[in-house]
């Protein structure tokens, strides 16, 4: 049986903060279902936003180079992702927008250059979920990050399990989330879950 590539993405700026405690979970779950992990962690990096000079519409590569090679090289490996980040103005932190932008490349390869996501033949296949914390209530909370996911996911060639995506609101003040029980059991069986696909 092919091992699972789990990668999980952690797009807050805060170490060990709500996002982190939850990705964690998610990995752990994944790890007991035998996955292979690897996280990656947004503030531990150091990369641009797209400068938008379109030099990936003719190479497919992008032309910056910075840690985003880090991330491109596990977003190709990976057979699953896992992509864990608060909202910040109803929307993702700068961190993970400008990692979003720099996938740009892939869009330029799938749908400008109608060439195939760079992946080894015969892989599994590649789901996405994303865990996502709110310091408000609002029912619209989630609503810019849900459309700005579905395309992201659509072009790194992810197939996006939007319901299973777990959104928490109410939970602000670092480490909160401990208190939640029920949203760090969610968590783990989120990555036990994403596992057992096919």
Avoid at 15 to 39: F, P, Q, T, V, Y
Avoid at 118 to 145: E, H, K, M, V
Wanted: glycine share 8%; with cysteine; net charge negative.
């Amino acid at each position: 049986m092919t091992e699972i590539k789990v990668l999980g993405i952690l797009g807050s700026p805060r170490h060990e903060g709500n996002s982190e405690i939850m990705l964690d979970h998610a990995l752990k779950g994944a790890r007991d279902s035998k996955a292979s992990i690897n996280k990656v962690s947004l503030y531990d990096l150091d990369f641009y936003g797209c400068t938008e000079c379109n030099d990936c519409f003719e190479s497919g590569e992008c032309s910056l180079t910075d840690d985003m090679d880090e991330v491109y090289e596990a977003i190709e490996l990976a057979d699953r992702i896992i992509l864990a980040a608060p909202i910040f103005f109803m929307s993702l932190p700068a961190q993970t927008k400008a990692m979003i932008d720099r996938c740009q490349r892939y869009w330029a390869i799938k749908y400008a250059l109608k060439q195939s996501f760079p992946r080894p033949l015969n892989a599994p296949g590649r789901y996405a979920a994303y865990i996502g914390i709110g310091g408000t209530s609002g029912s619209r909370l989630f609503d810019g990050t849900m459309l700005t996911l579905k395309y992201f996911f659509d072009a790194i060639d992810m197939q996006p399990l939007e319901d299973h995506y777990l959104l928490v609101r109410g939970v602000d003040g670092r480490g909160d989330i401990n208190e939640n029980r029920d949203s760090l059991q969610d968590a783990y069986e989120l990555g036990k879950f994403i596992v057992d696909l096919e």
